[in-house]
Structure formats: structure tokens, C-alpha cells
């Protein structure tokens, strides 16, 4: 089976068919989801969500664009959120320099907040990136430094540098769609060089489909090509790609159940 490590299954997008799309996503092998949380506001779907479905899980956190819109969110409040038996990350969270819709030093501190609530719960913590290496390595090495917590970069497609900063300090990578791209021969090559354990593949749906489907609505069904993707850049079958990233989600978000072990 495949899991799909980073989705967002609350959003309108998916509100008209979102059984039809859950249920096409089992159809494809796709045997877990993971809903993320990039909202305050929206963290009681988002937990609906994953309270439905056996095979869904969801975290809690603020995505780096609202990180200036919503006042609810610290470490205390992250921590009694992330007591729930579904919510089984932190995040998203993170630096966005490209879009900048939040103050950098705003980020920077709701980043900080969950970084805290990661170690509190003993969660691995969400990381987006973007047009923030420089940065997101001070933070990532200081943080560290100062007392160690699990978690990964999401929907990579960040510097090879920035890959072996985090991998340095222990924690995996996420890849999506993106590496499908024509334009993402960069990625293509840093993913050759990420150890098999330290890799997962996410859709971050409904963005980013991956080829063939790209310029459409991005669903977790579409998984399957990312994963064939990058198994064809570590040149081993389809099958040992998925069973590693499975291996790997699990190894990682250790309070999601295997489906076999949910019942």
C-alpha cells in the first residue's frame, strides 16, 4: 500500500465528492491519509474528518500564511489540541518567503510555538519551506541544539543543501507532485541522494497534481504517480518504493495505526 502524508481534505475543493474522493483513493492502494491542519478555524473539520475514517489522521497547527491572522494559536494550545487520538503531527508550520503573507518575524515565532508543542507531545512536527533556506537551517540547527524533536520537510523542493541540513539533524522528507515536473530536474537529482528511510510521498492535494494529471484538482489517488516517480529515481520497483515510505510514515507518525492494526 501507499500513504498519502500530506493532504488537505477539508478544503471546498473536496467538499461536493469528499467520500468519492476518499473512496478512490483506497481504489488506487492508497491505505492512509494524513488530513493537515492549516487553520485554527478549520481544525474542527479537519478532526471530523479523520474521527470518520479509520484510515485518516489528521494534525494540528497554523500554516506559515496565517500566521498573522490567528491570534488562537501557541505552544499550550497546540499541545491540548494534539491530545486528541487522531491527531498524530504538528503542523503545518514553517517559513514562506515567496508569498511573505505573514511578517517574517511573525513566522519565525509561530514556527518557534510549534516547535515547542512538537517536543511536548513527542510529535513529529510538519515543515513547510519555501524561499527560506537560510533561515529555516538557523532555526532548524539552533532548535535542535537546544533540545531534539522528530518531524519532517513537506512538499520538498527547497535546496539540495537545505535536504542535507535536515537530514543531518535526523529528520525525512516529503515529496510531492512536483518532482513529475519537466522543470524539476533539481529536485529529481537531490531526491536520488535521501536515504530510502528517511523518505515519504504526500500529494499536498488539492494543489500540485503530478503528471499526467497536472493542471488538474490534485487528489490522494494521484499519490501512486509521485511514488512510481521517485522509484524510478532510486531504481528499485514500485513496490519496495511503497513499502519504505509506509515503513517510514509509521516509523514516523508512531501514533497512527497500520490499518491492520486499527481494529
Known amino acids: 500500500m501507499l500513504v498519502d502524508s500530506h493532504c488537505h481534505l477539508d478544503f471546498k ?12 483513493a483506497r481504489a488506487a492502494g492508497i491505505g492512509t491519509m494524513l488530513t493537515i491542519s492549516a487553520r485554527m478555524a478549520d481544525f474542527p473539520n479537519v478532526r471530523a474528518i479523520a474521527e470518520s475514517h479509520d484510515d485518516i489522521w489528521c494534525s494540528v497547527g497554523l500554516h506559515p500564511h496565517e ?4 491570534k488562537l494559536v501557541d505552544s499550550a494550545a497546540l499541545v491540548e489540541f494534539a491530545a486528541h487520538p487522531k491527531v498524530v503531527g504538528i ?12 511578517p517574517r518575524d511573525t513566522q519565525r515565532q509561530s514556527f518557534e510555538d510549534h516547535i515547542v508543542a512538537a517536543r511536548a507531545t513527542a510529535l513529529p512536527i510538519i515543515i513547510h519551506a519555501r524561499d527560506a533556506d537560510a533561515d529555516m537551517a538557523e532555526i532548524l540547527r539552533g532548535a535542535m541544539k537546544k533540545q531534539p524533536f522528530t518531524g519532517l520537510l513537506h512538499c520538498f523542493t527547497s535546496s539540495r543543501q537545505l535536504a542535507e541540513v535536515a537530514l543531518d539533524l535526523g529528520l525525512s522528507i516529503s515529496i510531492s507532485g512536483i518532482v513529475t515536473f ?8 537531490t531526491v536520488k541522494h535521501i536515504p530510502l528511510d528517511r523518505l515519504l510521498v504526500e500529494t499536498d492535494a488539492p494543489y ?4 499526467p494529471h497536472r493542471g488538474k484538482r490534485n487528489e490522494p489517488a494521484f499519490v501512486a504517480h ?9 531504481g528499485i520497483p514500485a513496490a519496495a518504493l511503497a513499502d519504505a515510505t509506509t515503513d517510514n510514515f509509521f516509523r514516523l507518525f508512531r501514533k497512527a495505526k497500520r490499518p491492520d492494526a486499527a481494529a
Request: aromatic share 8%; glycine share 6%.
Open 182 to 189: 519537466k522543470n524539476a530536474a533539481e529536485l529529481r537529482d
Open 67 to 70: 500566521a498573522s491572522g490567528d
Open 13 to 24: 475543493d473536496f467538499a461536493a465528492e469528499r467520500e468519492a474522493v476518499i473512496d478512490r
Open 91 to 102: 503542523g503545518e508550520t514553517g517559513l514562506d518567503y515567496f508569498y511573505e503573507k505573514a
Open 226 to 234: 509521485t511514488a512510481q516517480t521517485v522509484a524510478d529515481l532510486k
Open 208 to 211: 500540485l497534481a503530478p503528471i
